[in-house]
């Protein structure tokens, strides 16, 4: 469920849309950036991603206003762009996810991700998940969620292609998540 475009929004509203509703930190940097992977990363399909471009940490609760979390892509999508919502400035591992739904049919599925050597200048690993790949306490990555595919060599940019035999799980949902993890400065 998205938050309001407009009217009151609280602290505990972005947490919840978050999927983070267990975590006792109102750090709102860290929710912005996804941090760490213990963090939600922001999903860059949310209508207001723009928001959190800003180059710094200073993230306002106003910029969360239109935040859709839960925004998927069909697979077999067009390509769709990636980027950090904020640069990685002072704090280690921002991240930033593209979510697919793969559906409940099981199929094989054609992944295929690329980027130059620039594209992922400010990257430190690249991850493919299927189910969600963080908890709503920030403590880990849960056990239901399956590492399709893991790269920390990006020094001459990404070209991954592969198939995988998706077999749908409901304790893992119907959703494929590529997310980026940022360099430390």
Do not use: R
């Amino acid at each position: 469920m998205a938050l309001p475009a407009s009217g009151q929004i609280s602290f505990d509203d972005v947490i919840i849309e978050m999927s983070q509703s267990a975590h006792a930190s109102y750090d709102m940097p860290s929710f912005s950036i996804g941090l760490n992977g213990l963090y939600t990363p922001i999903n860059v399909n949310s209508s207001n991603s723009g928001k959190y471009t800003t180059g710094n940490t200073n993230i306002a609760l106003s910029d969360f206003y239109g935040y859709d979390m839960t925004l998927t892509y069909p697979t077999g999508s067009t390509l769709q762009d990636l980027f950090f919502n904020v640069e990685p400035s002072g704090l280690c591992n921002p991240s930033a996810m593209v979510v697919f739904n793969a559906g409940t049919a099981n199929t094989d599925l054609e992944l295929e991700f690329s980027g130059s050597v620039s594209d992922f200048s400010l990257v430190d690993t690249a991850v493919i998940y299927y189910g969600k790949p963080w908890k709503n306490d920030g403590s880990a990555i849960p056990t239901n969620a399956t590492i399709i595919m893991t790269d920390s060599t990006l020094t001459t940019g990404m070209n991954y292609s592969s198939s995988y035999s998706y077999v749908y799980n409901a304790d893992s949902g119907s959703n494929i998540y590529f997310v980026i993890y940022g360099i430390c400065p």
